[in-house]
């Protein structure tokens, strides 16, 4: 008899997150996933303490990867925790996602890898066009960061030999 496959397992790979809902979106051209970190505690970053001491949370929307033709709107529930170490100047801090999606950032970190090769293989304009379709807006900070990827990779040298 075979395990049952999880649907976090199929599209978060490593645990990090638990499904809490899926829902469409209007037109059924959306797919919004409701999730949160599986962990029930964070580590501070200032003294690493772990704590599960619940502050609060606030919800952060992340674009991801399309799937079966559908944009893909992540929903996460982030938590706040208190550290409760006496001598840490951090009181109330935000757990980290950062194997998800980098700080501040409004796509997944799948989506941005998957953005970056493909303006690397057949340029940015392309790129964007096909990010469009999937959903992504485009942004100036967005620009920078592909440029800034792009200028990153430098062309081999040619060597003559004589
Ligand atoms: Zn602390």
Known sequence: MT???LLADVLFPGGTLEITDLQCGPEQQKVIVLARPAERQAQCPCCHTP???LHSHYHRTLTDLPCLGRVVHLQLSVRRFR???ETCP?????????DI?????RMTQRLITALNDMALEVGASAGWRVGQIWGVERSRTIDLR???????IQPPTVVKHV
Do not use: G, L
């Open 101 to 105: 999606a980098p700080r501040s950032a």
């Open 51 to 53: 704590s599960s001491s």
């Open 90 to 98: 951090k009181h109330i801090f935000c757990e980290r996602i950062d």
């Open 146 to 152: 592909v440029m800034r990827c792009m200028t990153a």
């Open 3 to 5: 395990q049952p496959v």
């Open 83 to 85: 550290c409760r170490e």
